[in-house]
DNA sequence: GTCAACGGCATTGTCGACAATCCCGTCGCC
DNA sequence: GGCGACGGGATTGTCGACAATGCCGTTGAC
């Protein structure tokens, strides 16, 4: 089990709670099948049982845990079948986001990304995988928000956010993140180029190694 | 404001009181923009409050209402434009998950398609409406069941349910759901004959008219 | 006459206590 | 010795009451 419950007061409580298991469980300090009992998490935050679930709730419609009636919450398991559909869909939908994307981009749009991709760098450079973690996902947002699409957008990021704990078991090795964060670079630089075949390539291969390493540790997972 | 709660006895409350909402929605018994009263609710479906909340936080995870906080739950409207992104990502699912279906379908594998076809055609001859709609989706359901991503098609009934709204608008004329009855049949029968070109065709064909009809109805809403 | 501060009312959010459910070890019967 | 019924303990689910919030009409000052 993991420490306690990390300040990051000011979003409302049960969102709080919600983030700090959902970094429990990307981190891999709770694995898949863990039982998430109420009481025990309550006391952890310091919170209310009644905030708890709601909290749980909260990683429910994210899909990150699983509740049966009267029995509690587990943490989601993905079979390597459930891996490899899920990452065909992924893939599908970003493959068609990034041809969507106006290219080239204009400067004005280019330069909050370009921000996002600093923060992410420099997350990377002082090794703080909390950080790493949290600018790559507001890097991927802002990046496929530009395909035109709101719907298109919402949905790669929900299905991002199922598939985080294979895109992010990579944040234990300093070697994948300095990879990650210089395909960020390339894909700004096809962006601003408008080289729709070279963003289209990143794109596909930014995520692929996730799911092979994925399925290559975890073999024969039954679920 | 629509009668009082209908005897979906049997299926655990917050359940039977979202799907009452859903079909007062759907119907346009309650319309976009109007506001949903916990107290009312808990009066009307004579449960408790506490029960009610539970059904309107299932309606906003499908989308269907928003929730403001301290401000209670209003019924989710769609602008034209938005309208329009939705269905352009509707349609690259469902195209793409009728190109997966394996051809032809084998006889079991058609069996029950065909049964819930014929449950639909039942209802759209004794003209009842609410049946029409739980049957149109169960056949939706099970025929993108059959693309072999499980991912896919349930990304793919999440779209459908949040254009709900406009998909069922066309539930008050008999001759749409004729038209939409005799659609499913057709499309049966490609499945049946391997005839891949016109599944893609009847799948297209098959939602455009809603679209076409809700835009031209709701000209400029704004939002 | 206009505008900002106040206060009451409708509504939503949270709490603590209690009820219902399920798992699992124990007992008794065959 | 195996197997089903029973029951205790742990855990989740629900209730009624109370607190917090925001809207809106009213008031009063300038």
Redesign the interface.
């Known amino acids: 089990m993991a420490d306690a419950a990390r300040d990051d007061a000011a979003l409302p409580l049960p969102a709080a709670i919600a983030a700090a298991l959902e970094e429990d469980i990307v981190f891999g300090r709770l694995h898949p099948r863990e039982r998430l009992i109420e009481e025990e998490l309550a006391e952890r935050f310091r919170a209310t049982r009644h905030t708890v679930r709601q909290a749980l709730?909260e990683l429910e419609?994210m899909r990150l845990i699983e509740r049966i009636p009267h029995r509690g919450a587990l943490v989601k398991a993905y079979s390597p079948e459930?891996v490899r559909?899920?990452y065909?869909?992924r893939e599908?939908l970003e493959t068609?986001a990034a041809a969507l994307i106006p290219l080239p981009l204009a400067g004005d749009a280019l330069a909050p990304l370009h921000a996002l991709q600093q923060q992410h760098a420099a997350a990377v450079a002082e090794g703080d995988t909390r950080a790493v973690f949290r600018a790559d996902l507001a890097f991927h947002r802002a990046l496929y928000a530009h395909c035109?699409?709101?719907?298109?957008a919402e949905?790669i990021e929900e299905?991002g956010q199922?598939a985080q704990v294979i895109r992010y078991a990579n944040l234990r090795s300093q070697a994948s993140m300095e990879w990650a964060r210089d395909e960020h670079a390339a894909m700004l630089g096809a962006l601003r180029a408008g080289d729709r075949a070279a963003l289209l390539a990143l794109c596909v291969a930014h995520f692929r190694p996730a799911r092979e390493a994925y399925l290559g540790q975890h073999p024969t997972l039954l679920a």
């Open positions: 709730a419609r459930e559909q899920l065909a869909l599908m068609q035109g699409n709101l719907f298109l949905t299905l199922r």
